[in-house]
């Protein structure tokens, strides 16, 4: 197979490139994004490509708007590729890994929902027992399935540039009180929702991000992708361990190989070897066949 590290559509307008997708404009109220094969970690893009990543995140992306549509509309459309692509090579090309979906207006933010302390949870909580000004109780373990459902919202970053957690009233500040409630509280449905799918298919969703976006009056949509191994951590039900970081079905697993480099977390990002690139791709497409199968 074949990777992708850039897409290449000549005829249309490329309004930027992010540490995954691509996006376009193909016409004054819809955008074409393609789902590259990049892969970031410590949002740093990796030089080597995932080939077929970007399928396997379009194809689990589409699967969970469509269950959660009923709680919040997404930004997906009816519209084919083919509509704005005349090229049959190019088509095939792109068709597995693009979608047309509507132009909004994305906020400002990124929506965390954690079930459990790990990844910079665990790192905040160790410091002061506390994850982006929440108090948790004392002596929790990583790993640990947490007291309740925790939201913890981050600022969105530009490629290359790191998130960084904030509380609660940051968000209130940046997007307004009854946005940010409406945001909270959607994001914590649909990550409950998928938690018992995904846990009664034997994968446990630790945490996950949602962003949003709003329309010309106001209305929430949530849009990018949702509930895939890059942006939650997937682990295996049967293979769960507290105190340590479980195996999983994410980005976890080439987080882990990038901790045991003396790399210092920012760009450029270190090749990777052909083994850690095969296994993370078997690792995505193995969430996918549990979960979407």
Not at 242 to 247: D, E, F, K, T
């Amino acid at each position: 197979m074949k990777a992708m590290f850039q897409s290449h559509i000549p005829h249309l307008k490329l309004l930027g490139r992010g540490k995954v997708r691509d996006i376009y404009e193909a016409d004054d109220q819809h955008l074409l994004i393609v789902a590259t094969d990049r892969l970031s970690a410590y949002d740093v893009i990796m030089p080597n490509p995932i080939p077929g990543k970007g399928e396997i995140l379009t194809s689990l992306s589409n699967f969970w708007f469509e269950m959660m549509s009923d709680l919040v509309p997404n930004h997906l459309t009816k519209l084919k590729i083919n509509s704005y692509i005349n090229d049959e090579k190019e088509i095939k090309i792109l068709e597995k890994r693009s979608i047309i979906v509507k132009k909004l207006k994305p906020l400002p933010i990124e929506s965390v929902v954690r079930g459990y302390l790990i990844g910079s949870g665990w790192r905040d909580y160790k410091k002061n027992s506390a994850i982006c000004g929440i108090k948790l109780p004392k002596n929790l373990n990583q790993a640990q399935k947490l007291p309740e459902i925790i939201y913890t919202p981050a600022t969105k970053a530009a490629a290359g540039d790191h998130d960084v957690n904030i509380n609660y009233k940051m968000t209130e500040s940046l997007i307004g009180e009854e946005l940010a409630k409406r945001v909270k509280e959607v994001s914590i449905n649909i990550y409950e929702r998928a938690f018992d799918y995904a846990i009664s298919r034997g994968i446990i969703i630790a945490d996950t991000k949602f962003e949003f976006g709003l329309d010309n009056e106001e209305n929430l949509y949530l849009i990018d992708e949702i509930l895939t191994p890059d942006s939650s951590r997937f682990w295996p039900k049967d293979s769960y361990k507290v105190g340590i970081s479980p195996p999983s079905f994410d980005k976890q697993y080439l987080r882990d190989y990038l901790d045991t480099l003396s790399w210092k977390k920012v760009a450029p990002g270190p090749d990777l070897p052909g083994e850690i690139i095969k296994n993370t791709y078997q690792k995505y497409l193995e969430a996918k066949k549990i979960l979407n199968n």
